[in-house]
T-cell receptor
């Protein structure tokens, strides 16, 4: 059974640019959550999508957005990049029900110069 | 607000030296408590889910236990390959949100 995949794995951008990250959950999983991980803040929740609808949202500015497609694949977009956006961006898939266990992908390492 | 505190922040052990990691939590009704292992530069790997006080789960050298206020991850006779950051997360039963709150993790290094 294939695991959660994220592309690209590494990305270098400059301030002011925008970036799109992609995540494909395990087959059959309908929920996709996105997290930002930094040494200073740990794992912080960005948003969750379930059946193409945003179901939950964390406390991040509107520059961070996402969407989910009918095949459960999800994309996250960050516009007008800032230096502080440098982080490991993780997505996690799950069944989306009340006993959900989240299965994480390997992450995308974003560096903003 | 849900809170998760993990201790110690870092732990160094000799191979074979058993120890425990702590995860203290405050949540308005616990739906589930999760333990993950994260290797450098990789995503967290799921280890256990605990749902109610008194529950215990084991996997190889790891054993997770749960009380009403905290969870312990016991590591018996650790090996160098157990070196990783161990993350704890709680999922609240109220509010309709299934999003877990993560602790900052315990960085474990096992020396041969």
């Amino acid at each position: 059974k294939a695991g959660v995949t994220q592309t690209p794995r590494y990305l270098i951008k400059t301030r002011g640019q925008q970036v799109t990250l992609s995540c494909s959950p395990i087959s059959g999983h309908r929920s996709v959550s996105w997290y930002q991980q930094t040494p200073g803040q740990g794992l912080q929740f960005l948003f969750e999508y379930f059946s193409e609808t945003q179901r939950n949202k964390g406390n991040f500015p509107g520059r961070f957005s996402g969407r989910q497609f009918s095949n459960s694949r999800s994309e996250m977009n960050v516009s007008t990049l800032e230096l502080g956006d440098s982080a490991l961006y993780l997505c996690a898939g799950g069944a989306g029900d009340s006993t959900d266990t989240q299965y994480f992908g390997p992450g995308t390492r974003l560096t903003v110069l | 607000e849900d809170q998760v505190t993990q201790s110690p922040e870092a732990l160094r052990l000799q191979e074979g030296e058993s120890s425990s990691l702590n995860c203290s939590y405050t949540v308005s009704g616990l739906r589930g408590l999760f333990w993950y292992r994260q290797d450098p530069g990789k995503g967290p790997e799921f280890l256990f889910t605990l749902y109610s006080a008194g529950e215990e789960k084991e996997k190889e050298r790891l054993k997770a236990t749960l009380t009403k206020k905290e969870s312990f991850l016991h590591i018996t006779a650790p090996k160098p390959e157990d070196s990783a950051t161990y993350l704890c997360a709680v999922q609240a039963a109220s509010g309709g949100s299934y999003i877990p709150t993560f602790g900052r993790g315990t960085s474990l290094i096992v020396h041969p």
